[in-house]
């Protein structure tokens, strides 16, 4: 497998499930803007969408965030990155990986244009705020999104939630996230997705 990322962007979430399967994957850095990878190749050729995260397999090239993770979580069903297909548990992680990508992730977005108008920032950053104080009170002190165990999910939600600092986006008033993010944070998966996305501090 080769993942193409780029450093801090949603493709870190791949990186990190990708160490905590433990599976054999090299990873290529990607200028999203020029379309370039580190190598020097076209990368619209590799992904005709021009962004991150880029999965090639031995089936193919995979594209999506959420279709990534689930892939590289059942490439070690004994690493328990999610529940097994067809289970109650699995519909759940499914639930989880959609409400990151719609309601988190992609409030966030408007939150990287530095043009965009003051009132529409402002409706941006309160879409966001109700989403963040919603999840906040879903996790539970010292648990993962689906309990005991770590998934691809809080991979993909620390991701986006890491994002905060950059944007800033205070998450201070919410200690239950930050208690979370640490906990994230201090996997040895998550250290060596950072440390190889040169994100380490």
Same mark, same amino acid.
């Given at each position: 497998m080769?993942? $193409? $990322? #780029?450093? +801090?962007?949603?493709?870190? &979430?791949?990186?990190?499930?990708?160490?905590?399967? *433990?599976?054999?994957?090299?990873?290529?850095?990607?200028?999203?803007?020029?379309?370039?990878?580190?190598? +020097?190749?076209d990368?619209?050729?590799?992904?005709?969408k *021009?962004?991150?995260?880029?999965?090639?397999?031995?089936?193919?090239?995979?594209?999506? +965030?959420c279709?990534?993770?689930? $892939?590289?979580?059942?490439?070690? %069903?004994?690493?328990?990155?999610? %529940?097994?297909? *067809?289970?109650?548990?699995? $519909?759940? =992680?499914?639930?989880?990986?959609?409400?990151? =990508?719609?309601?988190?992730?992609?409030?966030?977005? %408007?939150?990287?244009?530095?043009?965009?108008p003051e009132?529409?920032?402002?409706?941006?950053?309160?879409?966001?705020t109700?989403?963040?104080?919603?999840?906040? +009170?879903?996790?539970?002190?010292?648990?993962?999104?689906?309990?005991?165990?770590?998934?691809?999910?809080? &991979?993909?939600?620390?991701?986006?939630?890491?994002w905060?600092? #950059?944007?800033?986006?205070?998450?201070?008033?919410?200690?239950?996230?930050? *208690?979370?993010?640490?906990?994230?944070?201090?996997?040895? =998966?998550?250290?060596?997705?950072?440390?190889?996305?040169?994100?380490?501090?």
């Amino acid at each position: 497998m080769k993942l $193409y $990322y #780029s450093p +801090g962007a949603c493709s870190l &979430a791949s990186h990190i499930a990708l160490f905590g399967a *433990g599976v054999k994957f090299e990873a290529e850095q990607v200028d999203t803007k020029a379309k370039k990878t580190k190598s +020097g190749k076209d990368f619209s050729k590799i992904n005709s969408k *021009g962004y991150v995260p880029c999965l090639e397999t031995k089936e193919g090239v995979l594209t999506e +965030g959420c279709a990534i993770l689930q $892939y590289i979580a059942d490439q070690a %069903p004994e690493k328990n990155l999610l %529940p097994k297909n *067809g289970t109650w548990e699995r $519909y759940r =992680a499914q639930e989880w990986l959609n409400f990151i =990508a719609t309601e988190i992730h992609k409030n966030f977005s %408007p939150l990287w244009n530095k043009d965009l108008p003051e009132a529409t920032k402002k409706a941006a950053i309160e879409r966001l705020t109700a989403r963040v104080q919603w999840l906040a +009170g879903q996790i539970k002190p010292g648990q993962y999104l689906l309990g005991s165990q770590f998934s691809v999910c809080d &991979a993909y939600l620390f991701t986006v939630l890491n994002w905060s600092r #950059s944007v800033k986006f205070d998450l201070t008033q919410w200690p239950a996230l930050m *208690g979370y993010l640490e906990k994230v944070t201090n996997l040895p =998966a998550t250290q060596s997705a950072l440390k190889a996305e040169g994100l380490s501090k």
